[in-house]
């Protein structure tokens, strides 16, 4: 059985994924807002203690 010449596939499948990672790329940046909150005060959070029934 001769050998699998490596050369050919493995140029395309770095190719490929390297289209499809860009391509993902794209798609989830333009997805995905970011929010730059320029808020220098940082808000306290009051919460209660529950008292539990038993």
Do not use: A, C, H, R
């Amino acid at each position: 059985m001769p050998q699998l010449n490596p050369i050919p596939w493995v140029f395309l499948f770095f190719l490929v994924w390297l289209v499809l990672g860009f391509l993902g790329l794209q798609k989830f940046t333009s997805v995905v807002t970011t929010t730059l909150d320029d808020s220098s005060e940082e808000v306290e959070v009051k919460s209660k203690e529950y008292s539990w029934p038993w």
